[in-house]
């Protein structure tokens, strides 16, 4: 009896063993990224968290500036398929990008 004790004794170690060695690699290659990780944020800048205002006007001045940009761009890829000369193309963006504050104005006051 006592030596089939020992037997399953000295099978569960040599498991335990073979667990304790997998989870030692483990434990090494997290280490190593970690560290590699550390190194790598040391040298990267950290990211600026800029928050937003969530109000009203803030939300309607979002929208504003989307409506906007989407008609320029639409704009832009009219002109694009439209127009054959690359003078009318620049000509176009250039028009358009003194037009946007002028449209602004007239199309959404923000002065009241």
């Known amino acids: 009896m006592s030596k089939e004790r020992a037997k399953r004794r000295a099978a569960r170690e040599a498991e335990q063993a073979k667990l304790a060695a997998e989870r030692a690699v483990r434990e090494a290659r997290a280490a190593r990224r970690r560290e590699l990780r550390g190194r790598i944020t040391a040298v990267l800048p950290r990211p600026v968290r800029v928050a937003r205002q969530g109000g009203y006007l803030a ?18 890829v009219l002109a694009w398929i439209l127009l054959d000369t690359w003078m009318a193309r620049i000509a176009v963006f250039a028009v358009s990008l003194l037009l946007i504050p002028v449209l602004v104005t007239v199309f959404f006051d923000r002065r009241s």
Do not use: D, E, I, K
């Open 59 to 76: 939300r309607r001045r979002r929208t504003q500036n989307a409506v906007m940009a989407v008609l320029w761009f639409l704009v832009q």
